[in-house]
Structure formats: structure tokens, C-alpha cells
């Protein structure tokens, strides 16, 4: 076994911060902060690997590290001149934990480690105050008792509350030395009771408990579940750090504190913190009393005292100090300090947690600054925080006003980031009409295509089924619509028209909802919603550049970024706007260009019903004519919007009957527009029904048995391309066949293909070509890619439906059984928010190699919600993918993801 | 290039049997048949590899090719000593088609090449038979100009029928050498009028036409189905034959024939064939004629003249060279001959074609008579043809009669073989009642799982929807019943109680119907099955084995097929009837037992239902409590049959919704039955309702969402083990777990499973102990199989699963697309019938090579349709599986692949 303990501070400082994974956040720091020369109490470090050793070694601590411990304690009693145990000059230790990343309030802490019956009278007299010693010694029976022994907390609150009105006193300063004598009688006989052994006086004891009690404290329920949210691998194990005591209670020449380096709500460069006169550090989290500001920028108008007013000499030397430490670490800190009769001293510093939009502003800051440079601030930003800089917001205390008031109805998924009002619809028909009286809120049991316009019309959508990836969040994310989703107390009453949660009722049409997509709160009545402004710059343009410092911010993340990555980023858009957006994001061409929806749209659905119900291919064909120059005029609209830019469009994807009504008025409507029996419309809807229509007759089937959809489509993109050509514009269509397994799908679809283009070029006298590939979202294709690379010029990823057949998960029915996998741990992540990349990363790996192995220049690519997470799109740079391609909003999040990975 | 033309007969014999892939069979037998001294008239063969040289060469004969036929030419004109072209004496020429494997009928034949206007005289003098040779001249105008120019055949028989109508004259025979020679004109003006150019005089460019017609046939639409349908590949080309003509057609000294040396219809050893005398080869077949018996035993009572008594000398020489061939080919033969003058010629000698019943009779003769061993036997039988004697018969007797009378409804899916009667039954209810007084067929839309008691009690199943691979295929195959399914004529009138076809209206309860699940055939009325005589001997005990030869050769093919094969097979039973049946077929084991059937069974699925309302863990015990004594005492029966073998156990696998009535007199029912309100059942229906039930919440899904049940079935299988155990009974049970995809849902379950077999052996103070492993029919499974072998003891690969999710093909829906697949050649096969091998069956072998990987002594087995596919057989024993496990009537079919395979 290595060396298991590291000495910090005094004479003798072992670590730093180059030994993290070793020592711990804390260990480390602590060293660093002592080789600074910043006044640490000494002590020394238990290393994580012995967290490892005692859970190997049957939950005991190894000889060999006992002995370790007993040699760095004697040295620390030299150092601090004094004893452990010594009834004169009594050593006293705190004993906490620290794990590689910090993982706050989640371990265990025990401080005044060394105070028995006998010590204490010493430390009574060594302080000369009685009241602190024996106020030190019922702090620390308590802590140890609960922390070490197990036993309740509010057993010694109980007592304590009995003693005060016994007493008449009220507050814990009007005890005396001798109630806090009889405290500590009372509290050592709640331990003999509880534990049935008597508190234990041998401070060896003492430190072997408070040791073993930190390192059990890696495996509570709390801290398992705080890693498995965090991704901190269980068997890194937390250090022990055992440092000799500072106090801060010791008399009011004494305090103790928390402090950030810069505000960590906004990120604005402000000395930020609280603190306590003569208190411990416990004092200032715990709520008894209230913390005072530390600054006096801070404590202005609050009429409280600031450390900087009330111990001025100490506060300058604090505020040094850590402007050092900022410095040194070069981020933003996180720090605790003691102030032991004038002196000062520090006992932590950290890389300060953050808001997101702190993150960014720190980060930036830290770049003008030249503390450090741009790669190292886009390193720093949690990619997934840039949406909150483009989502539309509320007001926080207009919020915090609909709260009081009783007016949050419940909370669902925080599905699309954003904040909208409006009133609410029931039926995308009814949100159209609506939508011309002002903003609406569609309200859904769970939506499907035939919503889109509803949806286009709303400010924001809200489901009551549904999870992350269903129908509705991933449409509003793709139109950057605020959506909750899932939000199961709703019930929808559409005969009556009424939402009702709980025992409110909703009018529909007449009563105001508003949704934070962010936070997944649904509020009764109305807010305000302000679009971001990103947006007011770059999509309304209702706001300048220069006047808008988050504008600024963001512009510069994306500056960086694009000069930091390799891969490049797509968007998914199937409309002329989506694309303007996307490019106005920095979006790099179009990765997906979705034609169903373009089959929904006003009066293109009667059209493709026609077809759907036609009873041959002359039948179809005549349908499939009235579509062709609307297709065309939409592919015209989006090579526009991308000029010079490659569009991938997707070939029609959804089965048939998606596209027909399901309920009784809506095949009565159908047949009546389309003048045939309503029995025909139902035998058909009936001949078109499947069980499993994620697996059935789609994609590239359809284009199989009915080929003269796929001509129809190929026709509308080449006109359209040779119509905008002619107008000085430059179209870069790509085409893409979806739901390809076998090679002999892709060969049969492309010569149907290529037979239109030849013949739209026969009828024009043109040289139109594209480039023709596929989706790989079936498991066989990616198994078969070198077999399918002969005929794709392109792969495009389709991970949200490899996802679903790799696994065997229908994401439309996953949410019975997905989240208690995440929950037991099954699954680390739901697989369709972030690629699984063990299993269907593999597929995606092999598809890659088999693909480049058949053609060395294969273009590949992935489309899809994964395109937009950052975990995954890292991976997708890894694997070599020449683009990732997700909805316009996600384009900055995937731009400086890209970035990481690549800098990685 | 390698040399073309190899010459075969006279004095230059270059081929041989052995060269038949690149002279084709008919080539390489007349080469070898000359090799032997028998007669064959001398010729060339163009190689096979010309074929394809021709279609890389632009449809043309190369110069190289055209100067080795012609060198062959003169080789020939030397070796018959004429001309060809001679108008003294000329040589004329049968040019033939000839691939490696014979596609009957679906390639071209010019007969008489070399005739014209001036050879046609020299013919006549040479024969001395002006009739012979102006017929032999008319024949050969009217076969070039229908094969080389493609003039309609029925234009030459409408001119010959007008001619024989103005000269009154009634047949072929009455007509004269003037009324031929008129004839010959009148053929030539109409390939004038058809063609715009004359009939070709030039012999060479007769030869020429000629052999690129036969290459051309090689790409016709009927050779390239035939092809397709016989997994011929399309690059392995014909060969040409260009021979020397003899004459059947000179006088009544002449004839031809064909003749099997077995009876292809039965494989009796009889001489067995047909002949013309005065004819050419065509007009045997082509029914102008009533073709004469070749022996005087088939003559026999049919006042025909046999060949045996009207050409006694050449019969015996036929009868000689038949023997001689058999012998030396070690197989059936079908022979063609031609007897010129008094000679006899053989033209072609090829393997039989015979009836799988011939074959299964003939590969055992064989053995018995001392040509082949019976490892070569069992190579020559098609595995597939063993259900015939497995399945019921009817009478084709009867079937004749019915079909006269007009009873044939319609034809369906032979999804099951085999021939059932019984009245008809529209429910699994109503079939159950009915069953009481008499024989039941079953017809339903569709089946489903809550039909299987009604399965059980029909004689046979019919359904109008699905496929070979749908519920009603699957059940009936592994119950050995008779299934026609997807006879989409059926009109099912459920609240009548009334099934029509067309205009036919059958009555439920009272009509009867006939299927035969080995034609798909439907008849109205009552026909007589017997069950199969290898059942009477091994199911019933009916029949004894010495009295049955059928059984003696099925037993003898099982004897031999148990010493050649290397894997083992198992069946997929999951009753002790079904286990005994397998066990009597030659099972060695059970693959798969699956657990859910035991769920429906009489008052059991009350409990089901129960456990599924129940809100809480402690509510679905309760219920479970119930089934446990059930499901425990089904497997004290399967084991009792199994004793000594191994019996693999699947957890429960369907969705629970599959337990719960779906119609709204099944819910009020179940309401009543279990006394809840119908609210209740009605909420947890629409609960439990998925979109893509087959990638939903199923599998072991369910029991990591509700561990009591893998408990459950755990505890029934231990303690059914243990008592069995203790009445001198030895079980083996192995336990599997459903649609695992990642290796910690294999953890979490296993982990369930040890712990429940601990309480068990701790409450009994017994050792129980069983190998657990996992079910591999989930993409990302096969994937990460190296992780998943860390937990698993053996895989079973679920290749129906594991087809659907590949492919992405819901096997309940892939009807409407798939048949166009094969049709159109994307798929070779129903991937549901036979396994793809390069797609999943790749999947498959990776996961065989990780999971080996892993844990090298990893048990491996197939379950599932496939394990009873021959083809897909061959494939798991190639890539080292341990065994397969298909219904019980497929396991003499997969032991009899499983020898063919390790043969191979």
C-alpha cells in the first residue's frame, strides 16, 4: 500500500493542488493554501484510496494506516505545541471529508474532536473561558453523538428546549457556564441511553469513530444518489482531512464565515459573503442566527454590520487573501474562514459553485481579464446553461407573486426552456382561432403532427402525458417553443372544456395559464414573458448589439467556439423561418429537413388523404400532382433561407395513417371533403391500423410500395433547386432516405431517384445532381453499413430511433418503466436525452468504421435530439462524425459542446 | 480467357461429371455418359462462364469464342462424317441450354438447326423420306422463329389449323410432303411479315441466333423467378449444347422418350417412363400425342402398347443403361432417348426430381441396396420434407371429390401442416363447448393469447389475417396442429355467427370445414384425416413399428442424423404433454418453456388479473401466493417428463395488458369476477395500453418493475425441483430472463433470483442451485454481449425478437410491405422463416464470439422459429451454437439439418 496520510500546513506540507484525485478537493487546497504561505490551520490527509482500502478491508482501518496516523498526530502536536488528550494544552481536531469533485452537505463533518471531562477543564483554562470550553464540549457530543454513534439530533434539541424553560432563558447566549455543565451531563446521558455505552472519553476512540464515520458517510442514500445525478464514479471514495481547531467562538475578537469571490447568483465581480461574531462555522449555515454581510457595499441599507466595519484589519487581510486565490486558481472561489482572536485564518477554498448565468459571466470576465484564455473559459461553461440565455423569461417576482397566491397548479417536465402565457386551447383548431385574439397556451393530453399548426399558433404547449422526447417536447424544442410536459394532475375534459387539477377548474378559451418550460412550473392567471435578449437581437432584431450585455456574452461564446471546433453544426428545420433562425445561431446548413410536416399544412392534407385513399399509382399520382408545387414551393423557401448552405432533406418518414383522421367527426369530415362513403374512409383507416407502428410500414417501405411519392418528392427538391438557381441563388440540397436496413432498400429508392432527376433534367435541359444517402437508424444498417456505403453518399445518424430499436424501447410507452431504471441505476441517463454509448455508441462506431472502410470520403453526420446534448455530441466528435445536426435552439449548445470536445 | 468449347462423344470426350460447374449438368452428363461408352450423339458445350462473358462483352459472342466453335464445328462434321450446311449431306444441330443446377422448362431449345431450303432436299434424299424431312424442316422454322426471333408461336398453329381446315384434313400425320412443303412457305411468310426480314438460310448465322437465344433465355422474367425461388444466383450463367441431331421422327423404326429409374411420385424402384414411337423429343411433352408406357408392368390393364413389347432389343439396352447410369451416378435418374433406326441414343441424365416422400424412400434404398452410405442419404433428403410425415392426412381421394363438387372455398397461407375437420368455431369459447360433441376448427380474424384454450381444443386453427410467423402459425406449428392463416377471403361475422366467402355463407356450430395446413387449401364440409403413422407409432401407440414403413424410415433418418450431428436439439414445449411429444421426435431437452401460457390456464388468470389491480407489492403477493402452488405443480409435470434432461425456463416475457380483456363485455366481467368497479379495471386497461407494445414494458422490464414475480416463478421452479428430486426424479431446470439489453438489468434480476433460491434452500435446508442466463434478442444485447456474458451462464438467441428490432419490422404489421420485399428482391426471405444471415445473423455472431470472450465455457442455444429453419440451422452450427430448440413436429427436421450441417 502507498502512503496514506499527507501532512499540510506547519513544518511540513506534503500535497497541493496537483494531487486532487489523491487528496481530495479539501486535502488538496489546503496544501496549496499552506504552500502559499496563506495561514491554514495545520493537519494531514487521509487519501481517497484508503476510503477504497476500509471497504476492501471489511470496514476496518488497515494497521497500516493507524500507524500513519498515529506518527502525522504526534507531529501535528509538535507543531501546534500541544497534546492530544493532554489535560494542560489539550490538541483539538476537526475531522471532515473530501472527495475529488466537492459534493456539499453530503458527507459527514465532526469538529472539536478531543474534548473529554478532562480536557475540557484544560481548555477552560488555556482559553481562560469557560463558557467557550464548555460550550465546545456539548457542541461536540452532540456532533459526534449523531454523526459517529447514530443517535438523533433532536433527542439533544429537545433536551436543550426542556433546559431553556426550565430556566426561563430563551436564547442559547443566556446559558451559563453551569447550564452548559448540566447540558453535557444530560446530552452523555441521551448517548448512554440511545447506545447503551457511555459517550467515550479516549480521544484515540474518539478519532478512530470520526475516521470510519467519514468514510461510511460515502455510502449514504443521500451521497449515492448526489453521485449518480453528478456522474461521480462510486469507487473514487472521499480523503479524511483531520486539522487542528481554530475557533471562532472564542469571544467577540472571534468569527467565522463563508465568502464568494464574485456574486455566484449573477457573476458579477463583487466580494460576496456572510459571517458570524464569535460563532463556529456550523453557526452560520445552521439558522440560529443571522449572518451578517461581509462587505459594506453589501451590508448598505440593511442596517447590518459588515466584517469590513467591525474588524476592519482582518477583513482587508481576507480580502487579499482572497483576491490571491482567485487569482491562483484562476476561477471564481468558494472559501471559509475563522478568525481566532484577531488572527486569521483559512479553512477552505473551492472553485465556487455557480448559477449558469453566472458561469458565463465568470468565465468571460476571467478572459478580459487575462486570468485565463478563451479555450479555457468555453472548457468552463456547462454547454446545456447557453438555453437559458436564448429562452424567453418571466419575471422572477411576478413569479414569486402567482405563488403566494396560491396560483401554481403543479409542476411537470421542464420540456422546453422558456416562459409563456396565454390563454388556453384544448384543440390545435381552437388555438389557431384563439391565436388571432392573442397568446395561447395549447393544453394536451399529448400531441401528435396533426397539432403542428396549433403549435405554431401557441406560445407554448403543456401536455399532461409524455416525457422528454415525446411528440410535443421534441416539436416545441425544435421551434424553440417554451413546453411542459408530463403533467399528470391535469385532467383534460374536452367535451366540457375545462382543465381541472385538483379542485380548480380552467375554462378553456377564457381562463390564462402560464408555463415555465425551464422549471416545469404551470401557474394559474397571467405573467409577463419577455423573449430573450438573444432573440431580440438576433431574431426580432428589436433590440441593438451593443446595448445588450448577455447578447454580447453569447456572442462571444459563439465566436470562440466556432474557431475552437472541428466538427461542424447543422440544424433540424423543415420551414423557411426554422432555417433563418438557425442561421442567425450560427447554424453551419440544414442536418434534417423533415417533408411530413410540410404534408399537414392547410389544405395539403385533403391532397395527401386523396392519395392515401387512391386505389392504384395513376391514382396516386394524380393526388400526389396538387402536392408537387407546394413541395417545391417550400424546398424553394428554405434553399433561400440557407443560400450557399447544404439542406438534407429527409424523404417522407411517418406511416400512412398518420395522416388520417382516427376519430369518428374527423373520417366523417374526410369523406365528406372528399365525397366517398364514410365506409371507405374507415376501411382504409382500419387496413392502415398496426400494432407496432414504430416498426412497421414507413420510411423507406413506403417509398417501396409506392414509389411515385418518392418521385414526387425528388422532383419538387431538383425544380426547386433549378428555380432558385436561376435566381442567383446557391442550393445545396443533400437527399436522404430514412429507415434503410438492407442495402437493396437504398439501391431500389435511389433508382427511382435517379430516374426523376434524369428525367427533370431531360425535361429542362439541366445538369441537376445531388448527393443521395440514408439515415442509419436501424440496427442492420448499422451492422451492414459497408454493404449500405456502396449506394449512400452520406450517413446521417438517426440515434433517436436507434436508440429505440438497439434497446427495444418505445419512447412513446418508455416512461412506465424508464425512470425507475434511471432511478435503480439500470440506466445511467434516459438513452434518448443522452446517447447510450456503450450500446448504441457502438452501433453508431461500427457503422462509422464499416462505412469509411467501403468509401473513404463518406460524409457522415447525425440528426436528432442526441445533436443537441453535449455528453453525446463530444462522443460524436470522438467517433469522427463530420457534422452534428439539432433543432435551431440547440445550435449554440452543440456549437460550443463541439468546441469542448475538441479542446478536450 | 479460358477455353469456351469443350467437345464430348466421337473421338474427343473433354468433360466430365465432374465439371458441372463449368459446363453445366446436361453438358458434363453427356460428356460423362460418353467417358462411359454409352451412345450419345458427339457435340460441344459452350462453358457456363461464356454466359456471363456474353453479357460483359454487350450482349454479343466474343471472336474468340466464335473461332472455337467454329473449330468445334469441324471437329463434329468430321467425327458424323457431313456437312454442315452440306447439301449433299447435312449436319444439323439441337442447340440446348444447360445450368449447373436443371431449371426445367425455363430456358430455350432450337431443334433441326441447320436446315434451309437446300438442306432440306439433301435431308430428304439422305433419308430417304421426304415426309420426315419437310416435317423435321416446318418444325425447326416454326421453334427458331419463336425462340431466336421471337414470332409468336400460335401464329404458325393458327396457319397449320386454317391449312388442315381447307384441305379437310384432321391430323399432324394425315398431312402429305406437298402439304409440309406448303406449310414450310407459308411459316416463312409469316416470319417475313413478323420479322421484316426472310427466315435465315445460312446455317452459321442460324448457330449464331441460336446460342445467343439461349444465353438471352438465361435473363428471361420466368428464369430469373425460378431462379429467385430456388436461391439460384444469378452470375452462375447457362452453358450451350450444340449436338448432332438424331431422329426419332424417321419412321416407325424410331422414338423417344423419357424415363425415371425410380417412380418419382412414391421412389418405388420401378422402371418408370413414356415414349413416342415416330417423334421428336418435343412432342412427348407437348400432349399432342398420348405419350405410350415404357414397361409392360406400367402398361398393364391400360390397353397401351409398352416399348418393352414393340422394341424388345432396345428396351433391354434401355433398361441396361439405366441400370448403368443409377449405378454409377449413385441416384435416380431422368433420362431422354431417342431410338434411330434401331439405335438407341442417350440425349441427357440427370439427378430426378422426386417428391420429398420419393426422396426420403429413395435416399434409404440407396443405403439399403449398398451404393451410398447414409451420411450421403441424409444430405440428399430436404429437412423440411420430414413434416410430411409427421403432419395428418387426408384422403386425395376425398380431396378430389369435394373439389369437383365446388367445396373449395379458398386458398390460404400453409402455415401449418397437416389436414383438420370440424365444425366450425368462431371463439376460443364457443371451440372449447363445441369441442364436447365432436371435432372443432377454429377460425378467427386474428388469434391472440387468450384464444390458446380454444387452440387447444380445435383440430386445427384458421385465421383471415396474418402471416407464416403470426400468433395462430407459431402456436399451431408448436402444437403440431394444422393451420391455414391469412385466408383474406374469409368474411368473419362475428355477432351472426357467420364466416362467408363470396356468395357461401357458413354457419358457426353447425357447418363443417376441412383445412389442409400442408396446401393452405379450405374446403366446405367434412373430409377424413388420419393422424400421420410415425404418430400413431410414437404418440398414440396405435400403431405398431414393424407394421409402419413410413416409421421405419423416419427412425432410420433419425437414427443416422443423431450419429452425424455435432449440435443438439431441443424443443419449445411448455406443457408435459408437448415435452413428451418433443421426447418421443428425439428432443434432448427444452430450449424454452415459456411461463405466460401457464398464466391463462382455467380459473389462473383471475389471479393474474388480481395481481395486475393490485396498487401496492404487498397486493400483487398476495395474488402471486396464489399461482405460486400452480405454476410449481406445471413444472413438477414438465420436469417428470424431461427427467434427466435439461429444461430451460423463460421469466414471465408479455406485456401485462396482454392479461386484461380488451372489449368492454371482458371488462365488465372481469369487474364482476374479481369485485371492483368497472372504473377501476377501465382506468388500468388504458394504463397499461402502449403505442409499440413490442417495445414496451415487457420482458425483464416487468419483473425490475415488480420483483414478486420473478420470485415467484423462481420459488415454483426450486420447489418443483426439490420435489420431483425426492420422488427419485431428475430435474435439470436452467432459468432465463426475457429482452435483457443491458447487463445490469441481468444483474438486478439475477440478484432477485439468488435471493429467493437462498430462502428457499434455507426453508428447506436443501442446495438447490440452477444456471442462469439471459435471452439475447435485443440488439444492444448482441452488442455488449461480452458485458452481459459477466452475468450470464448461458445466452438463448430470441431471433424472432431479435429480427423485429433489427429490422425494425413489427412482425404483426411487416405483412403489408415484406411479400412486396421479396417479390422485388430486397429481402431473399421472409426474415421470420429464415434467419438473415447478414444482418442479424451477424449480430448473432458477434454476440457467439464476445460472450465467448468473456466467459469461454458460456453455454450457447438458439430458441425460436428459426431453430426449426434448416437453412438458419446450418448457419448455428456454423457459427458454433450448442444446440436449438424449436416446436416438438420441427425437431426431427432441425436433427436431420443439424447432421446436414456438420456433413457439409
Redesign the interface.
Known sequence: MSKGVYTFGGNRNEGGAAMRNLLGGKGCNLAEMAGLGIPVPPGFTLTTEQCGAYYTNGRKLTDELQGEIVEALRWLEGVRGCGFGSTENPLLLSVRSGARVSMPGMMDTVLNLGLNDQTVVALERASGNPRFAWDSYRRFVTMYSNVVLNVEHGLFEAELERAKERLGKHLDTDLSVEDWKAMVVAFKAIVLDETGAAFPQDPMQQLWGAIRAVFESWNTGRAITYRRLNRIPDEWGTGVNVQSMVFGNMGDDCGTGVAFTRDPATGEKIFYGEYLINAQGEDVVAGIRTPQPITRTQAAGTGMQSLEEVMPASFTELDATCKRLEHHFKDMQDIEFTIERGKLYLLQTRNGKRTAMAGIRIAIDLVDEGLIDSNTALRRIDADSLSQLLAPVFDPREKDRLRHEGQLLTKGLNAGPGAATGRIALTADAAEKLAKEGPVVLVRIETSPEDISGMVASEGILTARGGMTSHAAVVARGMGKPCVCGASALQIDLAQGIVRVGNRELKAGVDWISIDGSTGEVFAGQLSAHPSEVNQVLVDGSLKAEASELYQRFAKIMTWSHAAKRLKVRTNADTPHDAAVARAFGAQGIGLCRTEHMFFEGDRIIAVREMILASDAEGRKKALAKLLPMQREDFEGIFKAMDGLPVNIRLLDPPLHEFLPQDEAGKREMAAVLGVDLAIVERRVAQLH????????RGC?LG??FPEIIRMQVRAIAEAALNVTAKGIKAVPEVMVP?I??V??LA?TKAEMVDEIALVNKERGTQFACPIGTMI????AA??AD?IAQEAEFFSFGTN?LT???????R???G??LP??VG????EDDPFQSL?Q???G??VR?ACEKGRAARPDIHLGVCGEHGGDPRSVVFFHKVGLDYVSCSPYRVPIATLAAAQANLD
Chains 1, 2 share one sequence.
Not at 435503480?824 to 440506466?827: A, F, M
Open positions: 398496426e400494432f407496432n407502428p414504430m416498426m412497421g410500414h417501405r417501396i410500395t429507415l436496413g438492407t437493396r432498400e431500389f437508424e436501424i440496427p442492420r451492422i451492414t454493404r430511433d429505440q430499436m438497439g434497446f427495444g424501447f418505445s412513446d410507452d418508455a412506465s418503466f425507475e431504471y435503480k441505476k439500470i440506466l447510450d456503450e450500446g448504441i457502438e452501433l461500427i
